[in-house]
């Protein structure tokens, strides 16, 4: 499957954005899907991730009560919300798609992902 991610931007402190990941190449309804993000000098970290069909969602607990995870499969593609930003979440934003996800902490490891988009810049001004 191949994952094109879009809608980063700068954005000021307190703002939104919503970032959508569109799929191709497979059946998008049988795979689970993350959001993660890697800021300059860290680590790649796990944002939020969903269940083949949308009815499990997943969060960094950091990110709980600010971002959002959806997905249509309808249109193959899955959305992260993201709200109230804050400087500390500029960093580049990946998609990450499996076809064999697993339970809860399954979701949580970028290592259990195969498939990946080529990112997308977010960045928040203070």
């Known amino acids: 499957v191949r994952l094109v991610e879009s809608g980063g931007d700068l954005v000021q402190a307190g703002g939104s954005l919503r970032l959508t990941c569109a799929a191709s190449g497979s059946t998008f309804s049988r795979y689970g899907m993350g959001w993660f993000r890697q800021a300059p000098g860290k680590e790649r970290e796990f944002v939020a991730a969903i269940s083949e069909s949308g009815g499990s969602t997943y969060y960094a607990d950091s990110k709980k009560g600010r971002f959002t995870i959806s997905r249509d499969n309808a249109k193959n593609t899955v959305y992260l919300q993201m709200n109230s930003l804050k400087p500390e979440d500029t960093a580049v934003y990946y998609c990450?798609?499996?076809?064999?996800?697993?339970?809860?902490?399954?979701?949580?490891?970028?290592?259990?992902?195969?498939?990946w988009g080529q990112g997308t810049q977010v960045t928040v001004s203070s």
């Open positions: 990450a798609a499996d076809s064999s996800p697993g339970g809860t902490r399954w979701y949580l490891s970028q290592y259990n992902y195969n498939y």
